[in-house]
Structures are given as C-alpha cells and as structure tokens.
Nanobody, 125 residues
Framework: QVQLVESGGDSVQAGGSLRVSCAAY????????MGWFRQAPGMQREGVAV????????KYPDSVKGRFTISRDNDKNSVYLQMNRLKPEDTGMYYC??????????????????RGQGTQVTVSS
C-alpha cells in the first residue's frame, strides 16, 4: 500500500509562487505515474499535472500550462509541483496521486489508484 503525504500549501498573493511537495511511503513509486489534481469547493476535480515514471514526459491542461511545472525525484520517492504566476482561480485543495498501471499516462489523474490527503492552496487577489 502506497501512502502519499503532501506538504507546502499556503496562502499567497496573486502573481506569487508556491511549491508543493509529495512524499510516498510504503513502496517505491519509481515505476508509477505521478500527478497532481485540485478541487475547489463546489467544483469538479481537475488534473493539473502528470509526470511519467522516468520523468521524461509531462502533461498539463491549458489552465496551468506555462505556469506550473511538475518534477520528481525517484531517489527520494517524491514529486513536486512548482506553481508560478498564481491566480485566484488556482485556489483549492491540491492532491498528489500515483498509479502503477502501464497505461497510467493516458488516464486522468483524479482517477489514479493512490491519492494523498491534500494540501490547501489559497490565492488572494
């Protein structure tokens, strides 16, 4: 069983930057896809980033492309999300997710097998 623990959420001003982290425990996630999704109150979950097991491929929706960057450190069993030029609409609970399936890169992050408890990101205007 993989446990994911997020950290780094905070309140920031619009235009600012924030880096959230996710550490995996219990099993190596080096062969897993890792990703982040977010959910704001009353809104659907939205995948915001995914990274392939080797870290060579990443994907982002248009809403965050060019502002968010996902990275991973398999030696530390961790994944990170660097968020720049934050907007109030980026506010939400940010969840780390992982999936070992061979087709994980083709699937949406909110449906990944493992997810953490989330870390809150609040962006004020």
């Amino acid at each position: 069983q993989v446990q994911l623990v997020e950290s780094g959420g905070d309140s920031v001003q619009a235009g600012g930057s924030l880096r959230v982290s996710c550490a995996a425990y219990g099993y190596s996630t080096s062969s897993y896809c890792m990703g982040w999704f977010r959910q704001a109150p009353g809104m659907q979950r939205e995948g915001v980033a995914v990274i392939s097991p080797g870290g060579r491929s990443t994907k982002y929706p248009d809403s965050v492309k060019g502002r968010f960057t996902i990275s991973r450190d398999n030696d530390k069993n961790s994944v990170y999300l660097q968020m720049n030029r934050l907007k109030p609409e980026d506010t939400g609970m940010y969840y780390c997710a992982a999936d070992p399936d061979v087709s994980c890169y083709l699937r949406i992050v909110p449906e990944y097998k493992y997810r953490g408890q989330g870390t809150q990101v609040t962006v004020s205007s």
